[in-house]
C-alpha cells in the first residue's frame, strides 16, 4: 500500500465584499452577517436577486435563439418530423452523452408523440469517442437521413463531410472547446464557439441538448414548465461532468433535484435503492459519488448503450437486471481504479518529483479507468496528471488538471506531438505514436512549468468566513444548505474556526487514512462537535499533542437526529497565520 500523505493545504480567506452592498442587502433580509456576505459574493444584492437565487425556477432560463445555429437547427428537425424523417440520436459513452440522448429519446417520444428515432451510442474500444465512420454506416443502411451529435461533434470534421457523402444532415450539441475549424453541419449548437453570443458558456453537454428541446417545445406550444420531468437528466449530466453550478446549470440543478426528489424516474428510484438513500433527501454529490459513477461504468468496462436503456426503461424487471449489471461493472470498476491507481503511484514515488506535471504510463492499463486515476495522482500530487495506455496500436489516455492550468490550452501547444486531443480546460482525452511519447512529456512539463511559474502550486482552502462554534445550530446549517446545490462555482461554504482543542483526547482512525474526534472551542463554548477528516490520518499526532490548532470545515446536519458534524478541510496550529 503506498503511504497516504495529507499536502498541507493553504487556508485563504476570501475578501468581504463592499460593506454598502451588504448594509443595504440587511436591510431587506433578516440573515446572519456570514449568509449576507456569501449573497453578496454571488453576485445577489437585492430582495428579489435573493429570492430567485434561493428560489430558482425554468423561467429564468435564457431564450434558447440566442444561441447560434438554434433557428436552423430547429428548422431542420421540424421538417425531418413533416416528412416522418428518421432521426438519430448519437451520444457520446459518458454520463454526460448518455444523459442527453435519454433526454431527446424521451422527449420526441413523450411530448411530440414522434418514434421514427434511434439512438447510438460509440462502443469505447473500438469506435473511440465522437462520430465514427462505423456508425455513421449504421446510420445510412438503416434509412436515418438526420443525425443528432449529443455531447460531441464540435471537433468531427472529415465526419461531419462523411456524413454529408452518405446523405447524412447533421446537427451538432457540444459544449467542448472548438478546434480552427468547425464541421459542415446544419447547425453547431456550442456556447464556446467563438461566434456564439449565448449569455451562459458553461451548459453540460446534456444541457445544450435541452436548451434545443426547449426551442423545439415553444414550436409545439409546450411551455418550459411542462419540460421539468426532463430536468433529472440534466441535473445529472450537469453534477456529474463537474461543470460550474451557476446560472442555467444551478436552476437546472435546482428544478431536476427537485424531480428526483418528488417525481423519480424508476431508474433513478431504483438506484437510489442500491445506494441505500431516500429519493426525497437526494443531493448533488449523490449525483456525483453515487449516479454518476454507475451511469459512467457502463461506457467505461462494457458499453454506454447500458445507461440510455436504464434510463429509459419503466419494466421492473428488466430495470433491476440492468441496474445489476451496471453495479457489477461500478464493482469491476473501482478493482481496475485501485489497481491501476496503486500501479501509478508506485512507478512515480520512484522518481523524484521534481517536474510541475505527472504523467503515467503502462501499456496494460484499462482504457476505461485512466482518466479516474489521473484525478487521484492531482490529488495527490496537486499537478496537472496524464495516465496513459494503450489501444489498437497508438498511446492514449485522459488527463486532469489544478485550478490555473488550462489543459486544453497545454494540449494546443503540444499539438505538434499528438495525433489528437479534446476537452475542457480541467479534464481531457488525447492520444499520439509511441515514438511521440518522450518529447510530448518533455513539451508538457515544460509548458506546465510555464503556465504555472517558478514555484510549484500549494492547494489551498478558501475559506467563506471565520465563525465561533456559537454560532453552529441548527437554524444556521438549514440556512446554509439553501444555497445548494453545491458544486463548482457555488461550493458548500468553508468556515473556519481558531484556537481548537481535541475533545477528551479521544481520536480514532477508519478507512483508508480517515479520522473521527470531537473538537471545542473552549474560548467561546462548551459544546463540543463530532469531526471527520477525510485522508488526514497523518495530522493525527498534530491534533494530539497540538496545545490548539485552527480548522477549515464544512458543515451538516448529519442523521436521522441531525446531529451538527463538521468536515476538515485543512487543520493547522493556530499559531501559523491565514492569508
Not at 478493482?335 to 501509478?344: G, H, M, N, P, V
Request: charged share 20%.
Amino acid at each position: 500500500m503506498v503511504e497516504n500523505i495529507t499536502l498541507h493545504r493553504r487556508i485563504v480567506l476570501k475578501p468581504s465584499p463592499p460593506q454598502e452592498l451588504i448594509r443595504r442587502l440587511g436591510q431587506q433580509l433578516n440573515i446572519h452577517p456570514v449568509f449576507l456576505r456569501m449573497l453578496v459574493r454571488q453576485g445577489v444584492v437585492s430582495f428579489e436577486g435573493a429570492r430567485d437565487f434561493f428560489r430558482p425556477h425554468l423561467g429564468l432560463l435564457h431564450d434558447p435563439y440566442l444561441m447560434k445555429d438554434m433557428e436552423p437547427a430547429v428548422g431542420r428537425i421540424l421538417s425531418a418530423i413533416a416528412n416522418r424523417e428518421r432521426i438519430l440520436f448519437w451520444g457520446d459513452y459518458d454520463v454526460d452523452g448518455t444523459t442527453a440522448t435519454a433526454l431527446m429519446v424521451s422527449f420526441f417520444k413523450d411530448f411530440l408523440n414522434y418514434t421514427e428515432t434511434g439512438y447510438y451510442i460509440p462502443d469505447r474500444y473500438n469506435e473511440g469517442y465522437g462520430i465514427s465512420s462505423t456508425g455513421l454506416r449504421f446510420a445510412a443502411d438503416n434509412g436515418f437521413s438526420l443525425l443528432v451529435a449529443l455531447d460531441c461533434g464540435t471537433l468531427a470534421v472529415a465526419e461531419a463531410s462523411e456524413a454529408q457523402s452518405l446523405g447524412l444532415d447533421l446537427i451538432v450539441c457540444d459544449h467542448h472547446r472548438p478546434g480552427p475549424v468547425l464541421p459542415q453541419a446544419v447547425a453547431v449548437l456550442n456556447p464556446k464557439r467563438p461566434d456564439c453570443s449565448y449569455p451562459f458558456r458553461d451548459l453540460s453537454g446534456c444541457g445544450v441538448a435541452f436548451k434545443l428541446v426547449q426551442a423545439l417545445a415553444a414550436a409545439y406550444g409546450i411551455s418550459i414548465e411542462e419540460l421539468q420531468p426532463l430536468t433529472d437528466l440534466v441535473a445529472i449530466s450537469t453534477c456529474a461532468d463537474i461543470v460550474d453550478l451557476t446560472d442555467e446549470n444551478r436552476v437546472l440543478v435546482y428544478t431536476g433535484l427537485q424531480q428526483i426528489r418528488q417525481h423519480p424516474r424508476p431508474a433513478v428510484r431504483l438506484l437510489a435503492e442500491i445506494l441505500e438513500k431516500n429519493p426525497e433527501e437526494f443531493t448533488s454529490e449523490d449525483i456525483v459519488f453515487g449516479l454518476g459513477p454507475r451511469l459512467n461504468a457502463a461506457g467505461r468496462i462494457e458499453h454506454g448503450r447500458l445507461a440510455v436503456s436504464l434510463l429509459l426503461e419503466n419494466d421492473e424487471e428488466h430495470l433491476r437486471q440492468i441496474a445489476a449489471r451496471l453495479e457489477n461493472l461500478n464493482q469491476e470498476r473501482r478493482q481496475y481504479d485501485r489497481q491501476i491507481t496503486l500501479e501509478a503511484y508506485e512507478d512515480l514515488l520512484k522518481q523524484q518529483i521534481t517536474k510541475f506535471s505527472v504523467i503515467a504510463y503502462r501499456p496494460h492499463w484499462h482504457k476505461g479507468v485512466v482518466g479516474i486515476v489521473a484525478a487521484r495522482l492531482v490529488e495527490r500530487f496537486y499537478l496537472p496528471a496524464i495516465v496513459l495506455t494503450n489501444s489498437e496500436g497508438k498511446i492514449t489516455g485522459s488527463a486532469r488538471s489544478i485550478p490555473g492550468f488550462d489543459l486544453f490550452e497545454a494540449l494546443s501547444r503540444c499539438a505538434e506531438h499528438l495525433e489528437n486531443f479534446g476537452g475542457h480546460a480541467f479534464a481531457a482525452g488525447l492520444t499520439l505514436s509511441h515514438d511521440k511519447l518522450q518529447a510530448f512529456m518533455e513539451t508538457f512539463d515544460q509548458i506546465a512549468s510555464e503556465m504555472l511559474g517558478k514555484s510549484k502550486p500549494c492547494p489551498i482552502v478558501e475559506v467563506d468566513d471565520e465563525i465561533d462554534f456559537r454560532t453552529l445550530t441548527p437554524a444556521f446549517v438549514n440556512l446554509k444548505n439553501q444555497f445548494g446545490p453545491f458544486g463548482p462555482g457555488n461550493m458548500d461554504p468553508v468556515f473556519l474556526a481558531r484556537g481548537l482543542r481535541l475533545y477528551d483526547n479521544e481520536i480514532s482512525e477508519f478507512g483508508e487514512g480517515h479520522l473521527r474526534f470531537k473538537v471545542r472551542q473552549p474560548a467561546c463554548c462548551p459544546t463540543a462537535f463530532p469531526v471527520v477528516a477525510y485522508k488526514m490520518a497523518s495530522l493525527r499526532q498534530l491534533i494530539q499533542q497540538t496545545e490548539s490548532f485552527d480548522m477549515a470545515f464544512n458543515v451538516s446536519l448529519f442523521g436521522k437526529n441531525k446531529i451538527i458534524e463538521l468536515e476538515a478541510k485543512s487543520i493547522i496550529p493556530s499559531a501559523l497565520e491565514c492569508q
